[in-house]
T-cell receptor, first 113, second 111 residues
Framework: KAGVTQTPRYLIKTRGQQVTLSCSPISGHRSVSWYQQTPGQGLQFLFEYFSETQRNKGNFPGRFSGRQFSNSRSEMNVSTLELGDSALYLCASSLEGVNQPQHFGDGTRLSIL | AQSVTQLDSQVPVFEEAPVELRCNYS??????LFWYVQYPNQGLQLLLK??????LVKGINGFEAEFNKSQTSFHLRKPSVHISDTAEYFCVTYQGGKLIFGQGTELSVKP
């Protein structure tokens, strides 16, 4: 069974640009959640999608958004990039929700110049 | 608000020695607790979970944790570590539809 796949693995952008990250969950998993990992703030919950609907959202500005498609694949978008958005972005999936054990992808490393 | 505190940012230990990674939680509601491990350049992998029931939880790779309600702790233990256990370990809880992470403990196993 294939694991959670995140693309791309590495990305370099400049301030003011926007970026879209992709996540393909494990087959059959309907919940997809996103996390930001930085040395200063650690791991923080961004949002969760379930059956194409955002179910929960962390404390991040509106520049961070996402969506989920009917096949459960999810995308995360960050607009007007700032230097502080440099981070490892992790995606995780589970059958029904965030309170269940999560299966994580290897992440997308985003660097802002 | 729910939170978890990992009491040690770094834990160095020699191979085959026992190890304990400490985690305290704060909550007045039902508790979901997890330990995850992150190897370099990888995502997180679940070690074990506590949702209810027996307070001693056994996980993968020989790890176990004990849920202690009176001390609000969920410490992770392994009786004998290997070089391959070198990684960062996260104590995680769930509340209000979100996962809340501890700051992480870097376990460094030396030969």
């Amino acid at each position: 069974k294939a694991g959670v796949t995140q693309t791309p693995r590495y990305l370099i952008k400049t301030r003011g640009q926007q970026v879209t990250l992709s996540c393909s969950p494990i087959s059959g998993h309907r919940s997809v959640s996103w996390y930001q990992q930085t040395p200063g703030q650690g791991l923080q919950f961004l949002f969760e999608y379930f059956s194409e609907t955002q179910r929960n959202k962390g404390n991040f500005p509106g520049r961070f958004s996402g969506r989920q498609f009917s096949n459960s694949r999810s995308e995360m978008n960050v607009s007007t990039l700032e230097l502080g958005d440099s981070a490892l972005y992790l995606c995780a999936s589970s059958l029904e929700g965030v309170n269940q054990p999560q299966h994580f992808g290897d992440g997308t490393r985003l660097s802002i110049l | 608000a729910q939170s978890v505190t990992q009491l040690d940012s770094q834990v160095p230990v020699f191979e085959e020695a026992p190890v304990e990674l400490r985690c305290n939680y704060s909550s007045s509601v039902s508790v979901y607790l997890f330990w995850y491990v992150q190897y370099p350049n990888q995502g997180l992998q679940l070690l074990l979970k506590y949702l209810s029931g027996s307070t001693l939880v056994k996980g993968i790779n020989g790890f176990e944790a004990e849920f202690n309600k009176s001390q609000t702790s969920f410490h992770l233990r392994k009786p004998s570590v290997h070089i391959s256990d070198t990684a960062e370990y996260f104590c995680v809880t769930y509340q209000g539809g979100k996962l809340i992470f501890g700051q992480g403990t870097e376990l460094s196993v030396k030969p």
